[in-house]
């Protein structure tokens, strides 16, 4: 992989590892609905979706910088995981959370907190980090509700 394809990545991951966290202080403070009014009501969605950025780029971070240090960077088609992963972690994190809630997906949260949900919050950031083997389990979930072969078998 060229020097400079790396220092891309490199940036893109760090800027958006950092700036996820600048964007939670700004939502924490009330400062970005201050700056965006229309985000209003939304506050939780975007902690979702932030928590899912901070442990989706943080998780490609160390993976690129591992692949680095191992000097496996030889695959030019694997640079792309790099960059769409976190986004695609991002949702997953907001939608996992909204299964949960639902009751669809089975996760009990004690001493809920609407105002402060730290514990939605918490598991946004693990689906974030590890998004794939959320959806290999979601997939399998899916395979089992949705199965048509299942329900002709009986």
Same mark, same amino acid.
Request: hydrophobic share 25%.
């Given at each position: 992989m060229k020097n400079w394809l790396i220092a891309v990545i490199l940036t893109y991951l760090f800027l958006l590892f950092f700036g996820s966290f600048i964007a939670v202080g700004f939502l924490w403070t009330g400062q970005l609905v201050k700056a965006l009014p229309e985000v209003a009501g939304m506050e939780q969605l975007l902690y979702y979706f932030f928590a899912g950025a901070i442990g989706g780029s943080l998780r490609h971070l160390y993976m690129f910088c591992t692949h680095y240090m191992k000097d496996e960077?030889? @695959?030019h088609?694997?640079?792309i995981?790099?960059?769409f992963y976190p986004f695609f972690a991002t949702g997953t994190a907001v939608i996992a959370v909204t299964l949960i809630?639902?009751?669809i997906l089975f996760i009990e949260f004690t001493n809920h907190n609407e105002a402060h949900p730290y514990a939605e919050i918490s598991i946004a950031f693990f689906i974030g980090f590890g998004f794939n083997r959320f959806l290999a389990k979601l997939n399998k979930v899916?395979? @089992?509700m949705f199965?048509? @072969?299942?329900?002709n078998a009986k």
């Open positions: 960077l030889h @695959n088609r694997e640079w995981m790099y960059i809630q639902s009751g899916s395979e @089992n199965d048509a @072969n299942k329900n």
